[in-house]
């Protein structure tokens, strides 16, 4: 159901992503109207968050029904304490095709009532809160002028980030996200001392009810978007084998890879901000993993220039690891719920040089008969179908492979690939679904399709 403004965009960009969901090959197969009404309706579901929360299981650690059952339990404590209701049920179901998922509906939008005390936070803090997060008190822009704890208040998310921070009122474009609990006086949250933390506004009537997985399970369930949790099982990680994360942060899909290993092996986790380094080594010891080795450094220049140099960091030889998995930094316009960007054109498009130098970087690092997957949280075709036509042209020694398992659409006509290339390519495609009424299909089923927007090519080295 649309209850959110599309996506807020420059112009510039909005006709650039027209252009390509209208392109000629698109056109032919599926023509004008059609081509139209998907890229309208891309554009409104990009707003609104997918109606079912993925959850990754650490079946490494436990059976999946046990942490099914325990993760029921503790959600059931949780909505027992926030719901005057005597009994609370938790639906919680299996993927039926990936052995490790855990799939809970989302209820919303709800019909709750706009209060007179308003609280204003940043589009990232309000698309979290639409997904089943509290607002901590970093995202928080704007507050009435003597709220203090405990008061009952209403949250707006800034769709162009034109708020101040610690303003006291706000009339620039902003929509309702639900009402909350204040924990946190308006003189604690906008402090100039020391920046407040923890959670500002405990949300008790979200738009849409999520429940929240802070400090629920944190070795066991691990929240992690559908495609995501995908991208690790069509990397296809055996024990024992030798493998590389290029862009890692924050290490959900390394530790994957490493669960998926039984943690056998080696997972070598780079990027370049150090902070984001730490994160991915503490969510390795959260999860009980050894196989992970985490390193700051640029993956453009990881490819070392001696082919003799043994080395446990990088850089490293060629033909150094069984498999890669290049998730590349991109545009993210797949990305819900988001309810506007302020992204130039320039800046769009600015992603495509970088993927290539990673590109480059990963075909020397893999072995010859090794596997690399692409993958990227976008939705053009850029940055997906034209980088793998790309990759086709300059690599020779690589050719497309089926993935396993396929539970998203086929790649997009536009970029110049056969209809047999398209179909072993996995792009899943929100707007193919959104608000399509197929009750008749089981629950996770109808969850394959309404994701984020991601994209996912598979190649051999041959």
Known sequence: MSIFPRISLKPEVTEYLKSVFLNKEVLTAVGHQEAEHRFHKLLSCLSHPPSYTCVRASTHLAP????????????????????SAEEVSVQILPHPRIADVLILPVEGPRPVKQLGSEVVVGAQCGGAVLRGAHVFAPGILGSPKYMKAGDLVSVFSDLEGKCTRGATSFRGKKVFVGNGVAEMDRSTIFCTDEPARGIGIRMVEPLYRSPSFDGVLPSLAFLQNLPSVVVGHVLG????????????????????????????????????IRNKIDRIRQNAQMLHLQSVKAHCFNSTLAVSSDPAQETEGPPFPPESFDRVLLDAPCSGLGQRPNMGSTWS????????????????AAVRLLKKGGVLVYSTCTVTLAENEEQVAWALDTFPC???????????????????????????????????????????????????????GFFIAKFLKN
């Open 64 to 83: 999946l029904e046990e942490i099914r059952q325990q993760l029921a339990e503790e959600l059931r404590k949780q909505l027992m304490c926030s719901s």
């Open 237 to 272: 990680p055996r024990p024992g084998e030798r493998i590389l994360d290029m862009c890692a942060a924050p290490g959900g899909k390394t530790c994957h890879i490493a669960a998926l290993m039984g943690d056998q092996g080696e997972v070598v986790a780079l990027d370049r």
């Open 345 to 360: 054109l320039k800046e769009i498009c600015s992603y495509q040089p970088l993927q290539r130098k990673l590109f480059h």
């Open 398 to 452: 690589l050719s497309l492979v089926p993935q396993e398992p396929h539970i998203g659409a086929e790649g997009m006509p536009g970029a110049g690939l056969p209809p047999e290339q398209l179909r072993l390519l996995q792009r899943f495609s929100p707007e193919l679904s959104w608000e399509q009424t197929e009750t008749t299909a089981p629950l996770p089923c109808r969850a394959d399709s309404d994701t984020i």
